[in-house]
């Protein structure tokens, strides 16, 4: 299974808004609810930011928002901050018990 | 609250064995419906997914490492490990664990803090 497809690079002024793209295909982003987005910043963990498309974790700010239309999901932030600045991931299960990541967005906040 | 803790050896020969524990507190690792998962990121690069394990043994591996991965569960000790057997400079990379909460599917809900190993000789 290939990686999910995002744009390498992304940016905004603090307040605008920003939209991720993670494409994938028929056989995973596009047959399946189960698409998460992971926020990274440089040297710590992963953190869980969206997850089954659009449910957000508890803790995690409203201004970030997921949605899914045919093999691509997005990520939207709403109201950019400077804490947002950090990489991307997407993720979706595929099929044959696999998870598949995107190759990963960085997001700049100007 | 759930933690997780990666421990292992740092350095790895060319073509021994890699092997991580992934040390589970603050919560069951008999959780249904959860897996434990394994996630690796080479330096300066993007994240993928080896695999995980349910607290019954069951696997699911990714099927680019399946002929060199093997994961177990120790739910008595509440650990769960990673073995990559074969390794070369390629499997350099922090490697990370985390729970799953569906098997192969995600979400990767709470992440240990990660661990490097270096493959050299």
């Known amino acids: 299974q290939s990686a999910l497809t995002q744009p390498p690079s992304a940016s905004g002024s603090p307040g605008q808004s920003v939209t991720i793209s993670c494409t994938g295909t028929s056989s995973d982003v596009g047959a399946y609810n189960y698409v998460s987005w992971y926020q990274q910043h440089p040297g710590k963990a992963p953190k869980l930011m969206i997850f089954?498309?659009?449910k957000r974790p508890s803790g995690v700010p409203d201004r970030f928002s997921g949605s899914k239309s045919g093999n691509t999901a997005s990520l939207t932030v709403y109201g950019l901050q400077a804490e947002d600045e950090a990489s991307y991931y997407c993720t979706s299960y595929a099929s044959s018990n696999n998870l598949i990541f995107g190759g990963g967005t960085k997001l700049t906040v100007l | 609250q759930l933690q997780l803790q990666e421990s292992g050896p740092g350095l790895v020969k060319p073509s021994e064995t890699l092997s991580l524990t992934c040390t589970v507190s603050g919560g069951s690792i008999n959780s249904s419906p959860y897996n434990w998962g394994w996630i690796r990121q080479p330096p300066g690069k993007g994240l993928q997914w080896i695999g995980s394990v349910y607290y019954t043994g069951s696997t699911y591996y990714n099927p680019s490492l399946k002929s060199r991965v093997t994961m177990s569960v120790d739910t008595s000790k509440s650990q769960f490990s990673l073995k990559l057997n074969s390794v070369t400079a390629a499997d350099t990379a922090v490697y990370y664990c985390a729970r799953e909460r569906i098997a192969a599917a995600g979400p990767l809900d709470c992440w240990g803090q990660g661990t490097l190993v270096t493959v050299s000789s």
């Open positions: 089954e498309v659009s």
